[in-house]
């Protein structure tokens, strides 16, 4: 049987009727990770006798009944800054070489009790910091569509290993679009979930009010599955929401949450039962909107559903977007899929967003200035390298620090200590939380007319290796520099981090398909799809009936 | 509260008494408190670690307060409750919006190297305390009180030149308790903190024990000219661990800045650190600039909506406090104020006390016995009122035999003091050691017609018309039963054989 | 762009603040960008938010709160020092603080 050509769903079924066991399964991707791995370097760590320990321990499991779901047995790979016990956990920093955490991340229990089995950590920009996978203490890692190129990021190894087939499923981790565009930069399907809908316990923070762990896979149908698996209240998680609540907010829409009545009764529900994860939370999610998307899916080769999906939906189309800064075929692409989804009898028009040009901005002092602070426990006391030489203790702290923290990662904490710094604080931090809400508003606008917003993920294709660090020294020197240019790249995916909103991106161009690789071909294009605070699965279903509409391999 | 890099110096402080103590009275000291009051939850602030004293190093710990990547914050309820109770207590505003900031520095004993504060929305504003020094009552306000986490232990190496982090106490819950500048001297000071004291106390929420640091307080003092509007520069007092300390500290810091002021120096805005045995305080200069917390709202927590139903309920539960019972006291017990004050200094002996007057139907009577049994018992043992192990059942018992005359109050005493050391059942103690009034008729009669036998000289006197033979004789009769003869009864057999 | 808002007072500040210290190389390359960042985040200074509430929780959700309820973690001890580069009896090792 063809274990790599199969979806993660496809191969799940085959080992829990037994036709694979766990030890094909995994030894046929691992193959394939050393065949590959030393041109692409997507794995930062694999630790193969605890991997194959887990097979076992995995495989003795399905005999004995021990696991239900869709995903029992399918390897896994997961972003290195996300915690796994017993296992090295490095955020691609010198500073944490040797950091084995002795706590999982609830995503990482998740995974463990629906039965899958994790291979190995993925490279990364160090600390999530990046959008290329180039600032990596463990090198950068390379677009396997095109190895001259870099495969997006920062979670450029996860989305890299499973357009290399080195996996058919992965966890990266998204602040800005660093789970959609490494997957549009690879030609994979890469999902954000809603803020509140995956816990970030374990999780090494980068901006708290933005992180939020999601799925990568070869097509929607398969991360979907494995976001089912991750997705869910977790107490230990104070933004994590629960799920009756996560209803509510989004029926109710953000302004009349704002309501004291809804307040009240949000409240209530909370100190109520503070921390039970109980079955009924499931089952309310899981009415009309799961089982939305299981029809579809059931009806996979149905054209026919997927009309019917997208039947009257309303899309807006954000008219900035597409003026300036946008190469013609990313644009040309993206506006196709506007065309095939309004073929499918959905309402496509343009709408106008003012703020357009202050999301990144807004973006870059909210996250710099939370990551400086999130990255102050890095000090060389408690784990992390500590360096020598220092005669006190400052000394030991900015030793450890300069040496510990990559170029990116320091330029980043700067600027962060100084938008929060006395003096600034009020014109830069805190007047961001404002344009924040003000952002947020315009969108929320947006979302009363439209189900869902369409967007390129990022203007470009991937730009070859080193590429962007190159123009930027020597474009900076010029007096003219067009820092906008420099931060474009991040236009199209931070407003769904700045609030909350769930977006997935899914190829629209040149898709991944290993076997048509070659240095000629285009490189694979994505489109994004955004939609309001919880609905996720409304995304999603969208998202499927369009990928039915593409048909497979295009 | 926590601060770094501090380079101490020694300033000198060889005030020149005499020159000071002429113009002292020409200056009028203004102080504010900063205090941090630790709460007595079970568990951790934001994690379900211990809090309690006492367990080997870095044994209450988990990945939340040792500051490991990933770790997040869950706030405790019981802070919440504990914060906002103590807000009413002292007539605060509780602010409905409230959220958590972050206060970075770097320290070791701060595993995050941010501590979880709160600056922006403080969950109490507002409020005031009234204090009573023998100048009269007095209000203090009370600008705000906010809730934070504990840092961990440092434990420093003379020898090695290193110190060692235990983080057992990082991330116990804190209230900081900020006054206004209204105080005027150490004896308010004095007066407020044990106002604040008691008000926790009877809150259950804090010991506020300043020995054990359940209880730290920071001075901020400056002076100025009387009649002057404006407030001089003030310098923060920390290390002070004693009320005597405080005291200590307030009055040479007062005569340190008016000196500095009286030489046309100036004082300078910096944190101090009092050291009690030497009697003078050091600066603790920062090495780098002026700090810079670098606040901003913790996003990985979310805000507090606090309705007026729960901060009511809260209210509704709140205990009498001190001054109401005093009130209660006085009017409903007719007790003296004396008495109704000191009683009320403690929660758990008003309640104690309340207790025993019940049982025994007389408040008075129970007063004096712990005005003067159990306070002293409590000074000679060393004990503090939470230590006391006794039922109240048992001193309501002993107040009622006293009342009937069944023992005298000396041996009663002896008693009480049995009961207080090892709660022994007084009735059964009295009865077996035999301490128990003899009213028995036969046994007195006995002791008397001994007495009468013995002492014929002074009965003779008796009928010769001495009024004081009497009392000579029933002392006789009394000391012939060892003080146990119930006084009536020997006086009224003793007259009785006399008159036949 | 004609003041420059990050000077070397500024650079030096914020070097001790987030405990990081560069090269005279890198100090001079970082601070040439960060005035370029800086003058372009400026442009939300553009906007009027008077009256506008700062944003931190996209959420509408309040009082996320755990019971006072302990929770016994089995090798705290060993657990919270793992990782630690200087251990002596248990606890962390630094320099001396005082």
Request: proline share 3%.
């Amino acid at each position: 049987m063809d274990i790599l050509n199969m979806s993660a769903l496809e191969l799940s079924k085959n080992i829990q009727s037994g036709a694979i066991s766990v030890k094909e399964a995994v030894d046929a991707y691992i193959s394939v990770i050393e065949e590959k791995d030393k041109d692409i370097n997507t794995f930062i760590n694999i630790d193969k006798e605890a991997l194959y320990k887990r097979v076992d321990e995995v495989q003795a499991g399905i005999d004995s009944g021990k696991y239900a779901g869709k995903l029992v047995g399918v390897p896994i790979a997961i972003k290195d800054n996300i915690c796994t016990k017993g296992i090295r956990t490095t955020c691609g920093s010198k500073m944490l070489e040797n950091f084995v955490p002795t706590y999982n991340a609830f995503v990482v229990e998740k995974l463990e009790e629906a039965g899958l089995v994790i291979i190995g950590k993925t490279n990364m920009d160090e600390f999530a910091f990046g959008c290329t996978t180039e600032h990596s203490a463990f090198g950068a890692t390379k677009n396997p569509v095109n190895t001259e190129c870099v495969p997006g990021g920062s979670s450029g190894g996860s989305a890299a290993a499973v357009a290399a087939g080195m996996v058919p499923l992965a966890l990266g981790s998204d602040t800005g679009g660093s789970v959609r565009q490494p997957a549009s930069h690879c030609g994979v399907v890469g999902f954000k979930p809603s803020y509140g809908s995956v816990s970030r316990y374990g999780l090494v923070a980068f901006a708290s009010s933005m992180d939020q762990i999601g799925p990568i896979g070869r097509n929607v149908e398969d991360v979907t599955a494995l976001f089912d698996i991750i997705q869910g209240y977790d107490c230990k998680d104070s933004t994590c929401v629960k799920l009756e609540h996560r209803k509510k907010i989004n029926v109710v829409g953000n302004e009349k949450c704002c309501d004291e009545n809804i307040l009240d009764e949000l409240k209530e529900d909370i100190s109520v039962d503070l921390c039970g994860n109980s079955k009924e939370d499931i089952d309310i999610d899981v009415d009309n909107t799961t089982n939305a998307s299981e029809k579809i899916f059931t009806d996979k080769k149905s054209i026919e559903a997927a009309r019917v999906n997208l039947n009257g939906k309303k899309i807006g189309i954000p008219e900035e977007y597409f003026k300036d800064g946008i190469d013609e075929e990313v644009k040309n692409k993206v506006l196709a899929v506007a065309d095939e989804l309004k073929k499918a009898g959905a309402e496509v028009e343009y709408f106008s967003l003012k703020l357009w040009e202050y999301v990144v901005p807004t973006y870059y002092i909210i996250a710099c200035g939370e990551a400086s602070s999130n990255l102050e426990r890095f000090d060389g006391v408690k784990y992390g390298i500590r360096s020598e030489n220092y005669s006190n203790l400052d000394e030991m702290y900015k030793l450890s620090r300069t040496k510990g923290f990559g170029e990116e990662v320091k330029r980043r904490i700067m600027l962060g200590t100084f938008v929060l710094s006395e003096g600034y604080y009020d014109d830069y931090y805190l007047k961001a939380l404002k344009v924040r809400n003000l952002i947020k508003k315009e969108f929320d606008a947006a979302f009363e007319k439209y189900d869902m917003i369409i967007s390129p993920v990022a203007p470009t294709t991937a730009p070859k290796l080193r590429s962007l660090e190159e123009d930027l020294s020597e474009e900076i020197k010029q007096p003219g520099f067009d820092t906008l240019k420099m931060y474009m790249s991040d236009v199209y995916t931070v407003a769904s981090n700045l609030c909350g909103y769930p977006a997935i991106s899914v190829p629209c161009g040149s898709e991944c398909n290993m076997a048509k690789v070659s240095k000629e071909m285009n490189m694979p294009v994505g489109v994004q799809f955004i939609g309001k605070a919880f609905d996720d699965y409304k995304i999603i279903n969208m998202a499927a009936a369009y990928e039915i509409l593409r048909g497979e391999g295009e | 509260m926590f601060d770094g890099n501090v380079n101490e110096k020694v300033i000198k402080t060889d005030i020149e008494t005499e020159s000071v103590d002429s113009c002292l009275d020409t200056y009028e000291t203004v102080i504010g408190l900063e205090v941090h009051i630790e709460l007595a939850t079970k568990t951790k602030i934001f994690c379900s670690c211990d809090t309690s004293f006492g367990g080997a190093v870095n044994s209450h710990t988990c990945p939340v307060c040792t500051g490991m990547p990933g770790a997040l914050p869950v706030l405790n309820k019981k802070v919440v409750e504990y914060a906002i109770a103590l807000g009413c207590a002292t007539n605060c505003e509780i602010n409905k919006h409230c959220r958590f900031d972050r206060k970075n520095y770097f320290y070791p004993d701060n595993p995050q190297n941010y501590q979880i504060s709160q600056l922006y929305a403080p969950i109490c504003v507002n409020g005031n305390l009234v204090i009573e020094t023998e100048d009269g009552e007095k209000t203090i306000g009370i600008h705000e009180m906010h809730m934070e986490e504990d840092a961990g232990k440092l434990i420093h190496d003379e020898q090695e030149n290193m110190s060692y982090v235990d983080y057992n106490r990082s991330g116990v819950p804190l209230i900081e308790v900020v006054s206004e500048p209204d105080m005027r001297n150490a004896k308010e000071v004095i007066a407020y903190l044990e106002k604040l004291k008691m008000i926790c106390q009877y809150l259950e929420i804090s010991d506020c024990k300043l020995q054990e640091g359940s209880m730290r307080v920071d001075v901020n003092l400056s002076v100025r000219k009387c009649g002057s509007k404006r407030y001089g520069t003030r310098t923060e007092m920390k290390n002070l661990n004693s009320f005597r300390a405080i005291t200590n500290a307030i009055e040479n810091e007062a005569k340190r800045q008016i000196r500095l002021l009286e030489n046309g120096e100036e004082v300078i805005l910096e944190t101090r650190r009092w050291d009690d045995i030497k009697m003078e305080s050091y600066s603790m200069r920062s090495k780098e600039e002026a700090k810079d917390y670098r606040y901003f709202p913790e996003p990985d927590l979310v805000e507090l909506a606090l309705e007026d139903s729960l901060i009511d309920n809260i209210k509704e539960a709140q205990p009498e406090f001190a001054d109401e019972k005093r009130e209660r006291y006085i009017k409903d017990f007719e007790l003296p104020e004396y008495d109704a004050k000191l009683l009320t200094e403690s929660k758990i002996i008003a309640e104690y006390f309340e207790e025993v007057a019940a049982l025994c139907g007389n408040p008075k009577k129970a007063s004096n016995w712990f005005i003067g049994e159990v306070f002293r018992l409590l000074k000679d043992e060393q004990m503090e009122p939470e230590d006391i192990k006794f039922t109240p059942k048992y001193l309501a018992d002993i107040i009622n035999v006293v009342s009937e005359g069944k023992i005298n109050l000396g041996n009663a005493k002896a008693v009480f003091e049995e009961v207080f050391r090892s709660n022994v059942e007084p009735l059964e103690y009295m009865k077996k050691h035999g301490l128990m009034m003899v009213s028995d008729t036969g046994a007195i009669e006995a002791a008397v017609n001994e007495v009468l036998a013995e002492c014929a000289n002074v009965v003779e006197d008796y009928y010769g018309g001495k009024d004081r033979a009497f009392g000579y004789l029933v002392g006789q009769v009394m000391k012939k039963m060892r003080g146990k003869g119930d006084p009536g009864k020997v006086n009224e057999i003793l007259r009785e054989k006399l008159e036949r | 762009m004609a003041d420059k808002k990050i000077d070397d007072t500024i650079m030096n500040r914020i070097e001790n603040l987030s405990k990081i210290s560069l090269t005279d190389e890198e100090r001079v390359k970082a601070m040439d960008e960060m005035e370029k960042l800086i003058n372009y985040v400026d442009k939300i200074s553009e906007l009027n938010t008077d009256g506008v509430e700062p944003l931190v929780n996209v959420l509408p959700i309040s009082n996320v709160l755990r019971e006072d309820e302990v929770v016994i973690n089995d090798d705290a001890v060993d657990r919270t020092i793992a990782n630690g580069p200087a251990i002596k009896d248990n606890m962390f090792v630094v320099p001396k603080t005082v």
